[in-house]
C-alpha cells in the first residue's frame, strides 16, 4: 500500500535527481575556460627504424644518441619492441650496459626516470623509493631479463651504496631473470 508520504519522498527524489541530471548536462557543454583552447594535434608516430636505432647506440655511443635525440627529441621516451615481453628505452639500455653518461645526457632531455638507471646511477634514495611503492620491485626483469642489482653493478664505484643496501636488504645476487613471454593466440610454435 502506498502513502501520500512515500509518494512525496519518491516523488522529490525524482525531481532532485533530474535537476542533478541536468546540471551534469549543463556542465558538460560548457565552452571550456578562457586560454585552455583545443589541444594540438599529435606528431606522427615515431618510425620503429629510429625507435630501434636509438635504443641500438643507448648500449656504447653518447654520440649517436645525441645525435638521434637532437634531430627527434621524442626519442629520448621511445620504447624497442624486441618481441616476447623484452622492451627498452634508450635509458634502459644505458643503464644495464653502465651507460653513465648516456644516462645522464638522456634524463637531462627529459627521459622517463626508470628504477633500473636509478639503481646504476647510484641514486639509493630513489631506489628506495620505488621500493617502498612496490617492495617487490627488484624481481621484475628488465630489458633482456637483467635485474636491478645487474644495473646496479654496471654503475661502478658510484652505485656501490646502491649495491651494499640492496644486498643487505636480501636482494637475490640474480644478473638475469626469464621473461614471461605470452605469445599472442595462434602464433605459439609447435615443438
Avoid at 509518494?7 to 532532485?16: K, Q
Avoid at 638522456?106 to 634514495?125: E, F, T, V, W
Wanted: hydrophobic letters at 40%; charged letters at 20%.
Amino acid at each position: 500500500m502506498h502513502s501520500r508520504r512515500s509518494f512525496l519522498r519518491t516523488s522529490a527524489g525524482l525531481v532532485a535527481s533530474g535537476f542533478i541530471a541536468s546540471l551534469a548536462s549543463a556542465q558538460d557543454n560548457l565552452p571550456p575556460p578562457p586560454g585552455l583552447g583545443k589541444a594540438p594535434p599529435k606528431p606522427p608516430a615515431l618510425t620503429p627504424d629510429k625507435v630501434q636505432a636509438v635504443v641500438g647506440a643507448a648500449h656504447r655511443s653518447l654520440e649517436k644518441v645525441r645525435e638521434f635525440v637532437e634531430a627527434t627529441p621524442l626519442l629520448v621516451n621511445a620504447c624497442w619492441d624486441q618481441g616476447g615481453g623484452d622492451f627498452e628505452t634508450p635509458l634502459e639500455a644505458a643503464a644495464h650496459t653502465g651507460g653513465r653518461a648516456i644516462a645522464e645526457y638522456l634524463l637531462s632531455k627529459g627521459a622517463r626516470p626508470s628504477l633500473y638507471a636509478a639503481g646504476m646511477l647510484g641514486q639509493l634514495d630513489l631506489v628506495k623509493a620505488f621500493l617502498v611503492v612496490d617492495p617487490q620491485a627488484h624481481l621484475i626483469p628488465g630489458p633482456h631479463g637483467f635485474t636491478l642489482l645487474h644495473c646496479v653493478r654496471q654503475g661502478g664505484d658510484p652505485a656501490k651504496p646502491v649495491l651494499d643496501w640492496l644486498l643487505a636488504q636480501g636482494v637475490p645476487d640474480v644478473k638475469q631473470r626469464p621473461l614471461s613471454f605470452v605469445w599472442p593466440e595462434g602464433t605459439k610454435p609447435t615443438t
